[in-house]
């Protein structure tokens, strides 16, 4: 059977020739992958291409870590927050964040389909929450970026297949994994601090493909192993089951409030919140809107949906998710 290969296969296979480096190579060699037709004609083509990724980051390993921190690995922050997407090859990350975002990240039934970070936005009702999908985790392989990634951002979604042979296996070398990089990921309620290890991120679990066949059965196995430890949702992106409860879930990761600053006599702006970590104070709002207001504040009236309104409160009085102040100075 002929390979019918297109020419855009032809043009990124000239990169090679002038490739700087192995990481050089192997972003060549999974773009290539992602290009090739996937019918049986090209499996030996796959397959050789595949062993050449394997072969070079086992080559990778043994080389002394000079500079193999990607400098687009970090990315800079924007939003109410920033979470990343972590999983094993085809968990379903990507297709994840298209349900989420409404933008168009590459999805393919195929490994290494995502080779860098990429950001994209989420819309929560009246804020947007920055994602993160990222190249897979390789049980026996992880790259340097995606663990410093982790590190920075806020929370963790921990993307699982549900169709995959055995997902609660996946979870734990996936957690394993991490954990040798000294991450540690807890559920939304555990607390972040703890001498062992030093990176410690609330994460949540996304059961992808959940409406494949046998697919509850795998939801329940994980429930049963990691309901303890991680809230486990169920999500099929490509009919967009579970995609609206997940954002809400991914909000409240990040334990985040959202606040509404008014001029006395007038209306708050309830299209532009300020976003404070929860158990924020009033004093916090006023550093959030000027310094100048936080040192010449004098009180605030508070108005919080039916139960409260026009209260003046001080300084360190405790606010929640959509309270609306009015600062006077």
């Not at 303890?228 to 991914?250: C, N, S």
């Not at 004093?283 to 010449?296: E, G, S, T, W």
């Not at 605030?300 to 039916?306: C, E, G, T, Y």
Request: overall charge positive; cysteine-free; aromatic content about 6%.
């Amino acid at each position: 059977m002929p390979a019918n290969l297109p020419p855009q296969y032809f043009d990124v296979e000239k990169k090679l020739k002038t490739a700087r480096n192995s990481q050089e190579k192997i972003e060549i060699l999974e773009e290539l992958l992602s290009i090739i037709p996937k019918h049986k004609g090209t499996e030996k083509m796959q397959a050789q291409l595949k062993t050449k990724i394997a072969k070079l980051k086992e080559s990778g390993d043994k080389q002394p870590s000079l500079a193999r921190h990607s400098p687009n690995t970090l990315i800079e922050k924007s939003g109410a927050g920033q979470v990343v997407l972590v999983g094993l090859p085809n968990a379903g990350k990507s297709s994840i964040v298209k349900a989420l975002t409404g933008a168009n990240p590459e999805v393919g039934v195929y490994p290494f389909t995502t080779r860098q970070p990429a950001p994209y936005m989420m819309k929560f009702e009246n804020i947007r929450i920055q994602l993160i999908d990222t190249p897979p985790l390789m049980t026996d392989f992880l790259e340097p970026g995606l663990a410093e990634a982790i590190k920075t951002a806020e929370a963790v979604l921990l993307v699982v297949d549900l169709t995959a042979q055995d997902p609660s296996s996946d979870l734990e070398a996936v957690l394993l994994r991490l954990k040798e990089k000294k991450i540690e990921l807890v559920g939304g309620s555990a607390p972040l601090t703890g001498p062992v290890p030093p990176y410690r991120k609330r994460a949540i679990v996304a059961a992808s493909k959940a409406g494949a066949e046998r697919a509850g059965e795998s939801l329940e196995a994980l429930r049963i192993l990691f309901g303890d430890r991680f809230e486990v949702a169920p999500v099929f992106p490509l009919i967009a089951e579970g995609v609206e409860p997940l954002r809400r879930k991914v909000f409240l990761l990040l334990d985040i409030i959202r606040v509404y600053s008014k001029a006395p006599g007038k209306k708050p702006d309830r299209d532009e919140p300020f976003t404070l970590p929860r158990g924020s104070t009033v004093m916090d709002l006023a550093k959030a809107v000027h310094k100048d207001f936080a040192q010449n504040l004098k009180y605030a009236r508070l108005w919080r949906q039916d139960k409260v309104q026009g209260q003046m409160v001080n300084r360190d009085y405790s606010l929640e998710d959509e309270d609306i102040l009015e600062l006077h100075v």
